[in-house]
C-alpha cells in the first residue's frame, strides 16, 4: 500500500482563521512529515529530512555553532563533509581531525563520527565519543539503521545522506538528521524553517518507498560485501581489502592509479560511477575526487543486489584484464 503523495506548498486555515498542522510546505508538509517519522522510528528519535546529505550537515553544524568553534571531525571518512566544513570556514567554524577508533579531543564543540567511514571504512569508538562533553554527531549512512542506532549508544545525532540506502534506488536526493532530544529537534526544525533548507515532497515520497524494503536490501548487500571482501583478499593484484565486516560497501587497492582506472573500466556488470546504497552495484576510483588524502589505486565498491556470484567473476575478469 502506498502513502498518498502530496506536493501543495499551502494549506487553508481552520474555521477560526488559525493555522492547522500544516499550512505552508517550508514550515512542513505531510508527505515529508510522513517519512521523517518512518525514518524517527527507525533511528529511534525524532527525524528531520533535507534536500541532500550536505545540507542536512550544513543545516546541523550552522545551528549548532558559533563562530570560533570547532569541530573533531573522524579522520578518512566521506571527503564531502570535510569540504563543505572547508566552506564554513569563513563563519569561523574550525575543524580538527582525529582518529575515530580513539577518543575525540578535550577542546572541541561537536564530535564528528561516521559509521563506518567512507572509505576507509574505520568504526567509530562510541563509547569514548558518548563520554565527550560537546555533543556527538553519528555519520551512519553506511551502517543504516538495520544495523546500527548510535542514539542508542550515546549519540545526540544521527545523519543520512538519504539518496542512499534509505532510499536506495539512485532516484532520490535527500539528507536526513534523526535528534535524541525532542528539544533539539525543535531548535532545528525552526532553523530549517527559517532558512528554507527543505525537503521536497517527492524525493520524501521515494523515502517512504525505500524504507519498506530498507532491512531486506541491507541484509542481502551485507551478505555479499562479506563474501567479495573474501574472494578479494585472496586475489593477487589485490593488495589491501577494507570490509568492517557490516554493510554494503567495501574498498581495495591494487597497484597504482593506473592498474585502478584499468579495473574500474573493465567491469561488465559492476557500474563505473560515483555514489553508493543503491540496488545496482558501483564501483570508482576515488583517487579522482579524493586526491592524495587516499591512496592512489583505491578502489570503493558500492554492492547492490545482483548474484553474488557474477559480481565476483565481474571484479575477477577485471582483475585479471
Known amino acids: 500500500m502506498s502513502e498518498p503523495l502530496d506536493r501543495s506548498t499551502i494549506w487553508p486555515y481552520d474555521e477560526r482563521g488559525d493555522a492547522r ?9 505531510p508527505t515529508v512529515a510522513a517519512a521523517e517519522a518512518a525514518l524517527g522510528e527507525l533511528d529511534g528519535g525524532s527525524a528531520l529530512l533535507f534536500p541532500s546529505g550536505a545540507g542536512a550537515t550544513t543545516a546541523l553544524v550552522l545551528s549548532l555553532l558559533e563562530p570560533g568553534d570547532t569541530i573533531a571531525l573522524a579522520a578518512g571518512g566521506y571527503y564531502g563533509t570535510g569540504v563543505t566544513f572547508a566552506a564554513l570556514a569563513r563563519w569561523g567554524v574550525r ?4 582518529d575515530q577508533t580513539g577518543t575525540p ?38 551502517a543504516t539503521p538495520v544495523l546500527l542506532r548510535p542514539l542508542e549508544r550515546g549519540a545526540d545525532f544521527v545523519l543520512h545522506s538519504a539518496s542512499k540506502y534509505l532510499a536506495g534506488h539512485d532516484d532520490a536526493l535527500l539528507g536526513a538528521v534523526v535528534c535524541r532530544d525532542e528539544a533539539a529537534a525543535e531548535e532545528l526544525r525552526t532553523f530549517r524553517g527559517r532558512t528554507g533548507v527543505v525537503a521536497a515532497p517527492d524525493p520524501a515520497w521515494l523515502l517512504l518507498r525505500g524504507l519498506k524494503t530498507l532491512e531486506v536490501r541491507v541484509r542481502r548487500q551485507t551478505e555479499t560485501a562479506a563474501f567479495l571482501a573474501e574472494r578479494l583478499r585472496s586475489h593477487a593484484a589485490v593488495e589491501v581489502v577494507r570490509y568492517p565486516g557490516l554493510g554494503g560497501v567495501l574498498s581495495f587497492d591494487v597497484s597504482d592509479a593506473d592498474a585502478a582506472r584499468k579495473v574500474e573500466t ?15 552495484s ?21 554492492v547492490g543486489l545482483e548474484d553474488p556470484a557474477a559480481l565476483w567473476a565481474d571484479l575477477e575478469q577485471a582483475l585479471d584484464t
Open 95 to 98: 575543524v580538527v581531525e582525529f
Open 105 to 142: 579531543p578535550e577542546d572541541v564543540q561537536l564530535v564528528w563520527l561516521e559509521a563506518p567511514s567512507n572509505p576507509y571504512l574505520t568504526m567509530p569508538n562510541l563509547e569514548a565519543a558518548a563520554a565527550h562533553p560537546a555533543p556527538v554527531v553519528v555519520d551512519s549512512t553506511v
Open 21 to 29: 498542522e500544516f499550512h505552508y510546505q517550508r514550515f512542513g508538509s
Open 266 to 280: 573493465s567491469t561488465r556488470v559492476i557500474v563505473n560511477a560515483t555514489s553508493l546504497g543503491g540496488v545496482t
Open 282 to 302: 558501483l564501483i570508482e576510483s576515488r583517487r579522482r575526487w579524493e586526491g592524495d588524502r587516499v591512496p592512489p589505486g583505491l578502489l570503493r565498491v558500492s
